[in-house]
């Protein structure tokens, strides 16, 4: 006996009934400057990510070395 998966359709959206008592919030220019301003703070965001990560795999690369560079006078601290 053969049992086949069942195929699932994806759900309908849903109908969007906008409230006539509703504005906006934000003027169209804003929201445009807003979604370019979230979208460079992401990609920013993911670059400091992956640059992390590459300098962590390096075979060269530990904390203590990396600290010593900022610890100048070699007293545990950065000033």
Do not use: H, W
Not at 35 to 42: A, D, K, P, W
């Amino acid at each position: 006996m053969r049992y086949s998966s069942p195929v699932r359709c994806p759900p309908e959206p849903l109908p969007r009934y906008p409230s006539p008592s509703r504005q906006p919030v934000l003027a169209l220019r804003d929201e445009d400057e807003l979604v370019s301003g979230l979208r460079t703070f992401i990609t920013n965001e993911n670059d400091i990510e992956r640059e992390k990560t590459s300098l962590a795999l390096k075979s060269d690369f530990n904390m203590t070395d990396a600290f010593g560079i900022f610890d100048r006078n070699r007293d545990g601290m950065i000033s």
